[in-house]
């Protein structure tokens, strides 16, 4: 396949997690069947933006590219917060749901996490 073809095709898992948050986020509040645990919106949040931010930085960082990781990272984290400031936007015009700056948090964290994690690995490649 060339570069071209391939390019458009990195951006697919991205665009599937996409939306299955926007899916996610737009059941009204009284349909979420959550486990009585607290905090466990908040792990959801942190898993599910990390999966964001893990298929952003396979979408933006493609092998055959030269690229800034530093620059690579600042996207994908940036891209992160403003899809979940969207996100909760969204949710306050659903039924029983509202928006939480602590879901923010969350989303963010894991789209860090998962960013830190993603430029140890380079380093730990390029070292070798």
């Given at each position: 396949?060339?570069?071209?073809?391939?390019?458009?095709?990195?951006?697919?898992?991205?665009?599937?997690?996409?939306?299955?948050?926007?899916?996610?986020?737009?059941?009204?509040?009284?349909?979420?069947?959550?486990?009585?645990?607290?905090?466990?919106?908040?792990?959801a949040h942190f898993m599910i933006y990390g999966m964001l931010a893990a298929a952003t930085l396979f979408a933006f960082s493609a092998p055959w590219k030269k690229s800034n990781c530093g620059r690579v990272v600042f996207i994908t984290t940036a891209f992160c917060l403003l899809y979940g400031v969207s996100d909760e936007i969204h949710q306050s015009f659903v039924p029983g749901r509202f928006p939480s700056s602590f879901d923010i948090l969350a989303d963010c964290c894991g789209a860090v996490l998962v960013c830190l994690l993603w430029l140890r690995c380079r380093a730990e490649k390029s070292a070798r």
């Open positions: 396949m060339t570069r071209r073809l391939v390019a458009p095709l990195r951006m697919v898992p991205m665009t599937l997690i996409m939306g299955a948050i926007f899916i996610l986020s737009h059941q009204p509040g009284d349909s979420l069947d959550l486990p009585p645990l607290p905090g466990i919106d908040k792990l």
